[in-house]
């Protein structure tokens, strides 16, 4: 399977907190920087965080618009991208996916994160 999978996604209150796990098997994600993607409704497709592969220091950068509230990180051994989500706010309502940055054509269904009270 080449298309990553995403999970982790649900309904949580403004100020809620979750994990997206992202398992990305196979040689097209091994040792690349990955990224989480989200698309909201009637938004295009945006890059929210990123992280480098070790061998290229391994060094994380986010959005603006998330910055502070989420923490990228990857598990080598499970073939994992992680997206730790705090302080979630309505305008974080968006289908979440994870890809290589910049992307490949193989994109995941994604997870959809929907804040609201």
């Known amino acids: 399977q080449v298309q990553p999978v995403e999970s982790g996604g649900g309904l949580v209150q403004p100020g809620g907190s979750l994990r997206l796990s992202c398992a990305a098997s196979?040689?097209?994600?091994?040792?690349?920087?990955m990224g989480w993607y989200r698309q909201g409704p009637r938004k295009a497709r945006e890059l929210i965080a990123a992280i480098a592969a070790v061998a290229s220091g391994g060094s994380t950068n986010y959005a603006d618009s998330v910055k502070g509230r989420f923490t990228i990180s990857r598990d080598y051994a499970k073939n994992t991208v992680y997206l730790e989500m705090n302080s979630l706010k309505p305008e974080d309502t968006a289908v979440y996916y994870c890809?290589?940055?910049?992307?490949?054509?193989?994109w995941g269904q994604g997870t959809q994160v929907t804040v609201s009270s």
């Open positions: 890809n290589t940055v910049p992307s490949t054509p193989y």
């Open positions: 196979g040689t097209i994600f091994s040792g690349r920087t």
